[in-house]
């Protein structure tokens, strides 16, 4: 049976830099009937919980450290068992949240993650945050793109550790080279796909 992927979208707030803004984040489970990883875990660690059904949680992967995507994460963590999986250059922003603990593990670039017979792989993707990751499921044709890419374009870039000419490197060099039919699975807001998204970039400078 191939994996399937499924949303919720669970409610908060984001902080930082003094800040604080009212947010919908998306939340990705991929999975099949007895197994499963989720991706990013903001706000509700209740609603994430329930949407497992009791399935094994094999790794909480982080697209980056903003709270918005890690609050519910330690909750979630312990609920289900798994461990959390970080790229160590949010590390600045993850301990604005947890100071006092540590994400399980470091993500790197190209590391591999195995789910009921499907292979998501890591692509580090700094512009939004330094350790901002994707998470690619050629399998089934899609990205999980968090806060790097949106449907219209590049996440935000105006707070701190955030940088535009690196967002836009990296959403060029690493996904927009991805096939144009590939469905792109954002951290907030509607789904895209890279050919649309092509077509959005090559209008920015």
Same mark, same amino acid.
């Given at each position: 049976m191939a994996v399937t992927v499924e949303n919720r979208v669970t409610s908060g707030t984001f902080s930082l830099d003094g800040g604080? =803004? &009212?947010v919908d984040n998306n939340v =990705?489970?991929? +999975?099949? *009937? @007895? @197994?499963c990883v989720i991706i990013d875990s903001p706000h509700d660690a209740a609603a994430i919980v329930e949407q497992v059904r009791g399935r094994k949680v094999l790794a909480i992967l982080m697209t980056h450290a903003h709270n918005d995507h890690i609050g519910a994460a330690r909750e979630v963590?312990?609920?289900?068992g798994a461990p959390i999986h970080l790229h160590p @250059? &949010?590390?600045?922003? =993850?301990?604005?949240?947890?100071? *006092?603990?540590?994400?399980d593990q470091f993500l790197s670039d190209g590391q591999e993650?195995?789910?009921?017979?499907?292979?998501?792989?890591? /692509?580090?993707?700094?512009?939004? !945050?330094? +350790?901002?990751?994707?998470?690619?499921? %050629? !399998? @089934?044709?899609t990205v999980f793109t968090g806060d790097t890419l949106f449907n219209? +374009?590049?996440?935000?870039? +105006? $707070?701190?550790? !955030? *940088?535009?000419?690196?967002?836009? !490197?990296? /959403? $060029? %060099? $690493?996904?927009?080279?991805l096939p144009a039919e590939t469905v792109v699975r954002t951290g907030h807001g509607d789904n895209t796909t890279i050919g649309a998204e092509r077509e959005t970039l090559a209008q920015l400078a």
């Open positions: 604080t =803004w &009212d =990705w489970i991929v +999975g099949n *009937d @007895e @197994e963590a312990a609920a289900v @250059e &949010d590390m600045v922003l =993850w301990k604005q949240v947890y100071p *006092d603990v540590q994400p993650f195995t789910v009921g017979g499907a292979t998501l792989k890591a /692509i580090h993707t700094p512009g939004h !945050s330094p +350790g901002s990751t994707c998470f690619y499921l %050629e !399998s @089934e044709g219209g +374009g590049p996440g935000a870039t +105006g $707070r701190s550790f !955030s *940088d535009y000419p690196t967002i836009l !490197s990296s /959403i $060029r %060099e $690493r996904l927009l080279t």
